[in-house]
């Protein structure tokens, strides 16, 4: 049973344009929702993240947005840069424990 | 700074042999550590958790066990690997503040377990 999904294995980008990674869950008791960056033959990385009582999250060029009604996220990176290659990982997590359910990933190229 | 090491980065074992996979933590006192594997067309699940010495929280049924004999140190071990054992391993740390899901999770670099 995934509770969290990334229904789109891969995504390529031209640089400068935005990317947009979507992530759709099923367990309404998430509170929490974060992102992850990981690079080849690297961990994954903390990127972003969104309290579920909020709807947007902004940190520079990085942008989560969330949907409770849908129960859908979206990550907006722009612009894209060729360094934003890697995979991105979709977490959601309930709070005070210390379970994060990871979605699948999509591995996002960006060309110049 | 703190740091998280992981080895061996790749191992190639048959079905039925014994496995360890040893994961440290510098850096840091009294950390949380996980445990997780990513298969192939999954995301991480996570396998074990601790938030301290001897204490292990295990998330998934299997034929793996895990262990921490000391506080940075934590040990993924199985006795007869299977082949649905396959897969990347994960180790990672957290502070383990309040909100524990709030607390950044650091990973290491991981080792692919193949089992054949």
């Known amino acids: 049973d995934q509770q969290v999904k990334q229904n789109s294995p891969s995504l390529s980008v031209q640089e400068g344009r935005i990317s947009i990674l979507n992530c759709d869950y099923t367990?309404?008791?998430?509170?929490?929702f974060l992102w992850y960056k990981k690079y080849p033959a690297e961990g994954p990385t903390f990127l972003i993240s969104i309290s579920s009582i909020k709807d947007k999250n902004e940190d520079g060029r990085f942008t989560v947005f969330l949907n409770k009604s849908a129960k859908h996220l979206s990550l907006h990176i722009v612009p894209s840069q060729p360094g934003d290659s890697a995979v991105y990982f979709c977490i959601g997590t309930f709070y005070n424990t210390d379970k994060l359910i990871f979605g699948t990933g999509t591995r996002l190229q960006v060309f110049p | 700074s703190q740091t998280i090491h992981q080895w061996p980065a790749t191992l190639v074992q048959p079905v039925g042999s014994p496995l360890s996979l040893e994961c440290t933590v510098e850096g840091t006192s009294n950390p949380n550590l996980y445990w997780y594997r990513q298969a192939a067309g999954r995301g991480l699940q996570l396998l074990f958790y601790s938030v301290g010495i001897g204490q292990i929280s295990s998330e998934v049924p299997q034929n793996l066990s895990a262990s921490r004999p000391q506080d940075r140190q934590f040990i993924l071990s199985s006795k007869k690997l299977l082949l649905s054992d396959s897969g990347f391993y994960l180790c990672?740390?957290?502070?383990?503040?309040?909100?524990?899901?709030?607390?950044?999770?650091?990973f290491g670099p991981g080792t692919r377990l193949t089992v054949t």
């Open positions: 367990n309404s008791m998430f509170d929490y």
């Open positions: 990672a740390w957290s502070t383990g503040l309040a909100g524990f899901s709030r607390a950044e999770q650091y």
